[in-house]
C-alpha cells in the first residue's frame, strides 16, 4: 500500500466518537458506568462496525441508560426484558451485531430466568452486566449479588443470603464465552468487549463496575482487582474450578467455548415486516 492509501484507510477507521451520542450521561459523578460506555465505543471502534449494524438493548436501572449515549440502533426495554426482546431481534435480522446491557437488578433478579436460558439457547449475543452490587437506581436495595453482611439503612445488619455467582451460572447454563471485567481498566474492557462479539455464540461479560453513590466503598475495588494468573481455557470445568476458587477480583477472559451459535432451522429471518404481519391476521 503506498504512503497515501495508507493515509486514507486510516481516515476512514471509525474512532470511539462515532460511537457517542449528543446526549449527556446523567451518572453520578464517579459512577464505573462512565468507564464501561467509553470502552464499549474503544470496543466498536476496534472492531470497525459502523453504528447502524449494531444495535444495543437495555432493561432498566441506571446501566441500562447506556443505548442512549450510544449513536447505534437502541432499545430500552421493560426491566429485566433486555436478552428477550434481543433473542428476537437476532434471529429476525442476524446481520446485525446486537449488544445488550444492564445491571445485576435488572439481569440477575427480574431477569434471571432469561439469563439462564439465553446461555442455554446460545444466540450470538453479547451481554454486558454493569455489576454493581446494588440496585443504584431504586436507591440502594441488596441485589442477587450483594454480600450477605452488607449493612444498609434497606437492609440492616445485611439479608444474610448467599451471592449469586454470575460467571459460575453462566458456564453452568452453557454460555460460550465468559469473562470478568473492571470499569476502572477502560482499555482492558474494551478489549475484553471486541473479543465477546467477535466469539460467535452467547458471549457474557461481567464488569464490576462501582456505585459511587450507594456503594462508595467500591472505590477500592482497584486496589483489590488483578489480572487473572492463567489463560482463558476451554474446558467449562475447568473454567468452573477457577471461577468457584478465585477472589472475585481476577480479571480476564475466563472461558471460550466451541458450541455452535443457535441458528433457527427454518427461514425466519428471511420473512419481511409484511408476512410476519399476515400471520398475525385474524
Ligand atoms: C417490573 C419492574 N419492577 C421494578 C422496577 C423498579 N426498578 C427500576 S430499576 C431497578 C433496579 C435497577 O438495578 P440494577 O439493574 O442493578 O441497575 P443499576 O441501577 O444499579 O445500574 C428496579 C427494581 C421496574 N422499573 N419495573
Ligand atoms: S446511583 Fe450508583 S449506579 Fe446509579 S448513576 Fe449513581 S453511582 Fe451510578
Same mark, same amino acid.
Given at each position: *500500500? #503506498?504512503?497515501?492509501?495508507?493515509?486514507?484507510?486510516?481516515?476512514?477507521?471509525?474512532? &470511539?466518537? =462515532?460511537?457517542?451520542? /449528543?446526549?449527556? &450521561?446523567? @451518572?453520578? &459523578?464517579?459512577? %464505573? /458506568?462512565?468507564s464501561v460506555l467509553s470502552s464499549l465505543t474503544k470496543a466498536l471502534a476496534k472492531l470497525e462496525r459502523m453504528p447502524e449494524d449494531i444495535v444495543v438493548v437495555?432493561?432498566? $436501572?441506571?446501566?441500562?441508560?447506556?443505548?442512549?449515549?450510544?449513536?447505534?440502533?437502541?432499545?430500552? $426495554?421493560?426491566?429485566?426484558?433486555?436478552?428477550?426482546?434481543? #433473542?428476537?431481534?437476532?434471529?429476525?435480522?442476524? !446481520?446485525?451485531?446486537?449488544?445488550?446491557?444492564? $445491571?445485576?437488578?435488572?439481569?440477575?433478579?427480574?431477569? %434471571?430466568?432469561?439469563?439462564?436460558?439465553?446461555?442455554?439457547?446460545?444466540?450470538?449475543?453479547?451481554?454486558?452486566? *454493569? /455489576?454493581?452490587?446494588?440496585?443504584? *437506581?431504586?436507591?440502594?436495595?441488596?441485589?442477587?449479588? #450483594?454480600?450477605?453482611? @452488607?449493612?444498609?439503612?434497606?437492609?440492616?445488619?445485611?439479608?444474610?443470603?448467599?451471592?449469586?455467582?454470575?460467571?459460575?451460572?453462566?458456564?453452568?447454563?452453557?454460555?460460550?464465552?465468559?469473562?470478568?471485567?473492571?470499569?476502572? /481498566?477502560?482499555?482492558?474492557?474494551?478489549?475484553?468487549?471486541?473479543?465477546?462479539?467477535?466469539? &460467535?455464540?452467547?458471549?457474557?461479560?461481567?464488569?464490576?463496575s462501582q456505585c459511587v453513590t450507594f456503594r462508595p466503598e467500591q472505590r477500592e475495588w482497584k486496589t483489590q482487582v488483578h489480572p487473572a494468573p492463567?489463560?482463558? #481455557?476451554?474446558?467449562?470445568?475447568?473454567?468452573?474450578?477457577?471461577? *468457584?476458587?478465585?477472589? %472475585?477480583?481476577?480479571?480476564?477472559?475466563?472461558?471460550?467455548?466451541?458450541?455452535?451459535?443457535?441458528?433457527?432451522?427454518?427461514?425466519? $429471518?428471511?420473512?419481511?415486516?409484511? !408476512? =410476519?404481519?399476515?400471520?398475525?391476521?385474524?
Amino acid at each position: *500500500m #503506498t504512503i497515501a492509501a495508507s493515509a486514507t484507510a486510516a481516515a476512514a477507521r471509525p474512532t &470511539p466518537q =462515532l460511537y457517542k451520542s /449528543d446526549y449527556k &450521561p446523567i @451518572w453520578c &459523578p464517579g459512577c %464505573g /458506568d462512565y468507564s464501561v460506555l467509553s470502552s464499549l465505543t474503544k470496543a466498536l471502534a476496534k472492531l470497525e462496525r459502523m453504528p447502524e449494524d449494531i444495535v444495543v438493548v437495555s432493561g432498566i $436501572g441506571c446501566s441500562s441508560r447506556i443505548p442512549a449515549y450510544t449513536t447505534c440502533y437502541g432499545f430500552h $426495554g421493560v426491566h429485566g426484558r433486555s436478552l428477550a426482546a434481543a #433473542t428476537g431481534l437476532k434471529l429476525a435480522r442476524p !446481520e446485525l451485531t446486537v449488544i445488550v446491557a444492564g $445491571g445485576d437488578g435488572d439481569g440477575y433478579s427480574i431477569g %434471571g430466568n432469561h439469563f439462564l436460558h439465553a446461555c442455554r439457547r446460545n444466540v450470538d449475543l453479547t451481554y454486558i452486566v *454493569m /455489576d454493581n452490587h446494588v440496585y443504584g *437506581m431504586t436507591k440502594g436495595q441488596p441485589s442477587p449479588t #450483594t454480600e450477605p453482611d @452488607w449493612d444498609s439503612k434497606l437492609s440492616p445488619g445485611g439479608t444474610g443470603l448467599r451471592a449469586f455467582h454470575p460467571l459460575a451460572i453462566a458456564l453452568a447454563a452453557g454460555a460460550n464465552f465468559v469473562a470478568r471485567a473492571y470499569a476502572g /481498566d477502560p482499555n482492558g474492557t474494551a478489549d475484553i468487549i471486541a473479543e465477546a462479539v467477535n466469539n &460467535p455464540g452467547f458471549s457474557f461479560v461481567e464488569i464490576l463496575s462501582q456505585c459511587v453513590t450507594f456503594r462508595p466503598e467500591q472505590r477500592e475495588w482497584k486496589t483489590q482487582v488483578h489480572p487473572a494468573p492463567v489463560a482463558s #481455557t476451554d474446558d467449562p470445568a475447568r473454567a468452573a474450578r477457577r471461577v *468457584m476458587t478465585d477472589d %472475585g477480583f481476577n480479571i480476564g477472559i475466563l472461558y471460550r467455548g466451541n458450541r455452535k451459535p443457535y441458528a433457527p432451522r427454518i427461514g425466519h $429471518g428471511k420473512r419481511t415486516t409484511a !408476512e =410476519l404481519e399476515r400471520g398475525f391476521t385474524l
